[in-house]
């Protein structure tokens, strides 16, 4: 038997594979940030995943990114959420939201007028999609430092609402050039307070944000996504001690909480290899691994496991069009293609509409 299909325990699931279902923004939300039941359908369909990890959902409106993205800071929200995770049981699958607060990858216009905040006055480059075409991201406001406690509250009560939804627990993502990853990076984190400058003072952000989540909810339900040296959203970290050391003092930071996971990202993995290697070892836990461009094939994934870079590879695209590529890939069954069109917006085509295995037969 492939070694992706080893069963495996993942804090307290337990999975029948090797490999998870990646985050992926579909930005298929409804009115006022809600996920509908066609969102709960879509999940459902995966449930074979064994353990999803939703979409970034944003923690508060100051969080909120991309156009018709889910939140989890409303009532109506999380009568949604409740709708996806009742779905997602009901298949046999297990499902954790990803908090995910944009910082100064944002435009006023897509929620609603709010400010866009940053750890420091440095404008993400590039522009960013809005109902009414592309604009440059916002210049954004410094966080002052009296204001951090009332981020990490967003964040808790966030995480609350995904257990009060009837999911299992939440993924905090600190990756991807959002605002845990732009307080990490020197190159973004321009302050001169204790959360800017040395390594420990970049890391103590996402540290604050982890532990205060674990401890409303238990850390069982809790984990974390970094993703050290991706040049995304105007990330600038190079490889180099200062990277190195900003992630170790990230990761010795965490350990001791017993999280449920540690989920690593980096491209190409061969240069981060060391350093993933040192992470897993650090952080003593359930750690999952996904390269970029994402593990799309079951032999990437087998080569990742045997590598022993992870306990569970994170795969994405391959299940966008595949709502069971467990199945096919089980059997060497051939995929569906994915619709690149309709990775964004729209409806139920491109979404809900790839045919399994058994519906083309």
């Known amino acids: 038997m492939s070694v992706a299909f080893k069963p495996v325990r993942i804090g307290p699931w337990d999975l029948p594979q090797s490999f998870v279902m990646a985050p992926l923004t579909r930005s298929r939300a409804g009115e006022g940030n809600v996920p509908t039941a066609m969102n709960a359908e879509y999940y459902a369909q995966r449930a074979g995943a064994g353990l999803i990890v939703t979409e970034g959902t944003a923690p508060s409106v100051a969080g909120q990114g991309y156009p018709t993205v889910p939140g989890l800071y409303t009532d109506e929200q999380v009568a949604g959420w409740r709708l996806v995770a009742d779905g997602v049981h009901g298949a046999g699958g297990t499902i954790v939201a990803q908090l995910m607060h944009v910082g100064r ?119 974390l996504r970094l993703s050290p040296g991706h040049l995304l959203n105007g990330i600038g970290e190079v490889p180099g001690a200062d990277l190195v050391e900003t992630y170790r003092a990230v990761v010795d930071g965490i350990a001791p909480l017993g999280l449920a996971y540690l989920s690593i990202l980096a491209s190409p993995f061969e240069s981060f290899e060391p350093l993933v290697r040192d992470l897993r070892t650090r952080f003593g836990g359930s750690v999952l691994f996904g390269a970029t461009p994402a593990a799309t094939s079951l032999e990437t994934v087998e080569e990742l496991l045997e590598k022993g870079l992870a306990d569970a590879v994170v795969v994405g695209r391959a299940f966008l069009a595949n709502p069971d590529l467990v199945e096919r890939w089980r059997i060497g069954a051939e995929l569906n293609e994915v619709d690149v069109t309709t990775l964004y917006g729209g409806g139920a085509h491109g979404y809900t509409d790839y045919p399994t295995l058994a519906e083309i037969a």
Do not use: C, W
């Not at 435009?107 to 993400?124: D, F, R, W, Y």
């Not at 075409?133 to 609402?161: K, Y």
């Not at 001169?192 to 850390?219: L, M, Q, T, Y």
């Open 105 to 223: 990858v944002a435009h006023a216009g897509n929620k609603g007028g709010a400010e866009t905040i940053a750890p420091s006055v440095v404008q993400a480059p590039g522009q960013i999609p809005t109902l009414t075409g592309m604009v440059d991201h916002d210049v954004p406001r410094a966080i002052e430092i009296g204001e951090i406690a009332g981020i990490v509250a967003e964040f808790v009560e966030a995480a609350r609402n995904a257990i009060r939804a009837g999911l299992d627990g939440v993924e905090i993502h600190g990756a991807n050039g959002y605002l845990l990853h732009q307080f990490l990076d020197s190159t973004v984190n321009l302050r001169e307070d204790e959360f800017g400058g040395r390594p420990e003072n970049r890391a103590r952000f996402v540290i604050e944000v982890v532990a205060a989540v674990a401890d409303a909810i238990g850390a069982d339900r809790v984990g």
